[in-house]
């Protein structure tokens, strides 16, 4: 739902009803658009057509900390609300990035973009993905119609779930203007543990035991020969945990990390700062989490530099290399910033996968003006 280059016109509509008049105004001359949020998810540059920004669209529409929902407007920025949830004592559990100082921006991430991109961080392999804690959302689709699906409450979710569609589309199904999500309390306590001199392989091998126990690891990362484990909890449990964890991993010692030096640490990994300040590509790639150790290698030999997360789910290279020598190692990888290469961000889809995706478009977008050619230019 986002692109970082300015248009030739900017149009940014007050109101859901105004948004849904402007695109059918769109639909029937087949103008195309450029869907944005605050510019701060994914870099693309070759997307025609004029910018439709939802930013005038803001506002928290209802917060009940005791039902631990929230209902935003597209447009919200993700600080107000991220600060508004923290004085409650609760948060977004799936901790979203802020991606602005890889991609050397400075618009102001939205909770509308959020969804659309379904950013989700180190906590994703805990407590699931933005998608899993999005309980409804209005939109409107590339015909001007207003849609809403879902509620206000889990109990509440029925029928087809297109909440599952438009999370993670980018917009090219629709303009999402209202999202319903999910908070959860912020647990008190934290630390991490940090295995230092570990290949790869070792750091697999460590997140592996880890994450099957029952000790519910929050985070597990690895970068610069260190592999990373967060554990969060309430005092005593949190305490049981950790010493259990170490007890287990044995006889491989590690750094214990407290509390502030953990939030300071899973803020950066979780916002790439490893990676920031430079212009070279970034590529985000999903793998299965007994191939990262090859991955990670096979990305090496490319000459650049590498970062895990998810317990292995997640490879982060940033270096140089074509594009499809990058897809060639790993299929599902998504160029997240360009440094100068051409080409789609997106990793092409399997043919079955594809006739899904435009049967889909052609249902929501039939005009085909929604970001056109983003997921598969």
Known sequence: MTTDVPSRAGLSPASEAELGELIAERHATRQPLRITGGGTRVENGALSGDTLSTAAISGVVTYEPGEMTLIARAGTPLDEIQAMLAAEGQSLAFEPADMRGVLGGNGTSTIGGVVAANASGPRRMLVGA?????????FVDGRGRVLKNGGRVMKNVTGLDLGKLLCGAHGTLGVLTEVALKTLPILPDRCTLGFHGVTVDEAAQIFARALATPYEVSGAAFRDGTAWLRVEELGPQMGYRRDRLLALLQPRKA??????????LWRGLRDLDHFAGTATPLWR??????LAPSTVRALQALGGTVSVDWGGGLVWYCGPGPAQEVRQIARHATLVR??????????PEAPAVTRLSLGLRRVFDPAGILNPGLMDQ
């Open 285 to 290: 790639v999903l793998v299965k989490p007994s």
């Open 130 to 138: 933005c998608r899993d804690h999005l309980l409804g959302l209005r």
């Open 255 to 264: 750094e214990v990390l407290d509390a502030e030096a953990t939030l300071s």
């Open 338 to 347: 360009r440094g100068g290469l051409a080409g789609p961000a997106f990793a």
